[in-house]
């Protein structure tokens, strides 16, 4: 069964520091897109960065970039010159194929990210 | 802002009652997806829906139902509540054309439902 796992529920960061968010994931299919969101205290969902599973490099958007390591099946999540309103709760999905022409996205658990002044 | 709307934004019903969620996608999406967000759970897959067909199932209870309209809007029907019912709902809009997956989803803001 499909599966995503984060396991660093919460991580400190200091000002203006790189950090790097844990993901790991677990599918039988070759076709899949990995993404990363991010939940600010406010509650909305903000979409962040997106992978594919057949992409040949990693994906960047900003100051956020995805190491993606497939053979590893590790998506992890780069944030570089960490700003204080990256504070928030950051969700790793994996998105597959799920029948007649749709898509299943599965969540991990989420890592919460404080950043230090 | 996501383009995607919600109402409610906050209910507060009691258990066994049944409520209606209602989502509207961004301008041009075809797909709708719906998921709960609970303490317990966390963020869970219940159903997408592209053009007004059902696509795809996750995790939705029997007692959840879901439907897209003509005009694109979504409804999830939430009936016999329950206090475990309790989370926030969110529905995400995307263009959606089959066989895509990086197709982004834009979220809308979440209804918050209260079980009493």
């Known amino acids: 069964a499909q599966k995503i796992t984060q396991t660093q529920p919460g991580m400190f960061v200091q000002e203006k520091e790189a950090v790097t968010l844990d993901c790991t994931y677990d599918t039988s299919d070759p076709s899949y897109g990995l993404f990363w969101y991010k939940q600010p205290s406010s509650g909305e969902m903000i979409f962040l960065i997106y992978?594919?599973?057949?992409?040949?490099q990693n994906a960047t958007e900003g100051r956020y970039s995805l190491n993606f390591q497939k053979a590893r099946k590790s998506a992890n999540l780069v944030i570089s010159a960490s700003q204080l309103g990256d504070s928030a709760m950051y969700f790793c999905a994996m998105r597959e194929a799920g029948g007649t022409g749709g898509f299943k996205t599965i969540f991990g658990a989420g890592t919460r990210l404080f950043v230090k002044a | 802002d996501s383009g995607v709307t919600q109402t409610p934004k906050h209910l507060i019903t009691a258990t066994g009652q049944r409520v209606t969620l209602r989502c509207s996608p961004r301008s041009g999406d075809l797909s709708v997806y719906w998921y709960q967000q609970s303490l317990d759970q966390g963020l869970q897959f219940l159903i997408q829906?592209?053009?007004?067909?059902?696509?795809a199932k996750g995790n939705i209870l029997e007692r959840f139902s879901a439907q897209q309209f003509p005009d694109l809007h979504s409804e999830l029907n939430l009936s016999s509540l329950e206090l475990g019912d309790s989370a926030l709902y969110f529905c995400?809009?995307?263009?959606?054309?089959?066989?895509?997956?990086?197709?982004?989803?834009?979220f809308g803001p979440g209804t918050r439902l209260t079980v009493l």
């Open positions: 992978q594919g599973s057949y992409d040949q």
């Open positions: 829906y592209y053009n007004g067909e059902e696509r």
């Open positions: 995400a809009s995307s263009v959606g054309t089959s066989g895509s997956l990086d197709n982004e989803q834009f």
